[in-house]
Each structure stands twice: as structure tokens, then as C-alpha cells.
């Protein structure tokens, strides 16, 4: 099983800064089979990224997800007061599907 | 715009059998999609249960694959999730959610539609 682990677990940042979130993963991730997730409160996770790098369907550019192998990152650019969230990333090139255990962007 | 909604009891007692409904709408179960079941819980975080194709081909997490049946009714365009001698670690939100359309379409995916999820605590 890939374990994916996410870091900072809290990232505390204003509106209007840019934000890097880091995820990586125990073994290399073929094919570039990985995604980011947005949770905010009440809510589903929502689908930012995925092919690590290929924005979902409505997602602004503000959002740019990089990386391969066992080091991704999710950058979130001009910080908008909704984008405070939890984020989560999630490989899809090995069975089983595995998720990180979230960073925490909050309002500073 | 396709919408999914899980359905099912919200309380299961211990040893019990887990039994959840996902009704999809503005879209066909039929498409060339996989569609899956995930869970999450404070302790376990997100974790995906498992995937079914509509033509009925199974994927699941070996960790749970002993307990789970997913399942799928293309005439009400629905899936379900079943799952077996449940304790309260399967206490969680369970949510079920569409696989992103890959070309040929893969049980192992990104996750583009989601339900809005459903609690089920296990207690007696």
C-alpha cells in the first residue's frame, strides 16, 4: 500500500498569499496518477487536480498541482477567502486507492 | 448536471450488516464510467472502499474486501454498498462518487462527482 503523507498539517496564511502544500508518497507513483482534493466544511471532497497536474472541470488557475514520482505539490496562488479549507491528496496508480491525511489552509 | 445521493439507515448494530443505496441522476450508470465507495472517519481518515464497472466487474480495498459487496441495479440507475459483521470502527461518513471518464475507463481514478455523503454509526 502507498502511504501518501501531507505536510504542513496546518498552514495559517492571509488572503491574498500563495500557499504550497507538499504530499509524498512511500513508493513512486506510476503514471502520474495523482490528485488533490478540497474539503470544506459539511462537505464532499471536490476535485481540484488530477493526472497531477490537470485541472478538474471549473477549477480557476489559481490552482496548479506539480510533481512525479514520490513528491507532489499543490499550489494555490492569490488566496481567496473560500479556498480556506482542508486539502487532500490521493493516488490512483495502485491498488488500494490511498488518501493523505489533509492539510489544514487556515485564515490567518 | 449529474447528481449523486446516498441513501441507507444511519444506525447499524454491531455485527450487523452495513447497507447503503446510491441513486444517480442527470446521468446514466450505464456510461463509460467506474463508480465507486469511500469512506471517512476522524481515525481512518479518507479511505476508498472499492469500484464497480455497470457491466457488473468489481475492485475492492483488500484491507475490507473480505466484508464488502458493491453491487449495481442499471434499471434504477443506482449502486449499493454492503457491508458485513460491521463494529464501531466502521462508524464514518460514506460517501459514493463518480471515477473520472479515463479513455478506456480504470477502476483505479481520480474521484470528479461526489454524493453529499451519509453518517452511519455503529451501536447497539
Redo the contacts between chains.
Keep these: 500500500e502507498i502511504v501518501l503523507t501531507q505536510s504542513p498539517d496546518t498552514l495559517s496564511l492571509s488572503p491574498g498569499e500563495t500557499a504550497t502544500l507538499s504530499c509524498r508518497a512511500s513508493h513512486s507513483v506510476s503514471d502520474t496518477?495523482f490528485?488533490w482534493?478540497q474539503q470544506r466544511p459539511g462537505?464532499?471532497?471536490?476535485?481540484l487536480i488530477?493526472?497531477a497536474s490537470r485541472r478538474?472541470?471549473g477549477i480557476p488557475d489559481r490552482f496548479r498541482g506539480s510533481g512525479s514520482g514520490t513528491d507532489f505539490t499543490l499550489t494555490v496562488s492569490r488566496l481567496e477567502p473560500e479556498d480556506f479549507a482542508v486539502y487532500?491528496c490521493?493516488q490512483?496508480?495502485?491498488?488500494?486507492?490511498?488518501?493523505?491525511?489533509?492539510t489544514r489552509l487556515d485564515l490567518k | 448536471q449529474v447528481h449523486l445521493q446516498e441513501s441507507g439507515p444511519g444506525l447499524v448494530k454491531p455485527s450487523d450488516t452495513l447497507s447503503l443505496t446510491c441513486t444517480v441522476s442527470g446521468y446514466s450508470i450505464s456510461s463509460h464510467n467506474y463508480w465507486g465507495w469511500i469512506r471517512q472517519s476522524p481515525g481512518m481518515g479518507l479511505q476508498w472502499i472499492g469500484s464497480l464497472y455497470p457491466s457488473g466487474s468489481t475492485f475492492y480495498n483488500p484491507s475490507l474486501k473480505s466484508r464488502v459487496t458493491i453491487s449495481v441495479d442499471t434499471s434504477k440507475n443506482q449502486f449499493s454498498l454492503k457491508l458485513t459483521s460491521v463494529t464501531a470502527a466502521d462508524t464514518a461518513i460514506y460517501y459514493c462518487a463518480r471515477l473520472y471518464a479515463s479513455s478506456p475507463p480504470h477502476p483505479f481514478d481520480a474521484f470528479d462527482v461526489w454524493g453529499q455523503g451519509a453518517m452511519v454509526t455503529v451501536s447497539s
Design positions: 496518477n490528485a482534493y462537505q464532499a471532497p471536490r476535485l488530477f493526472g478538474a472541470t487532500y490521493q490512483y496508480g495502485d491498488s488500494p486507492l490511498t488518501f493523505g491525511q489533509g
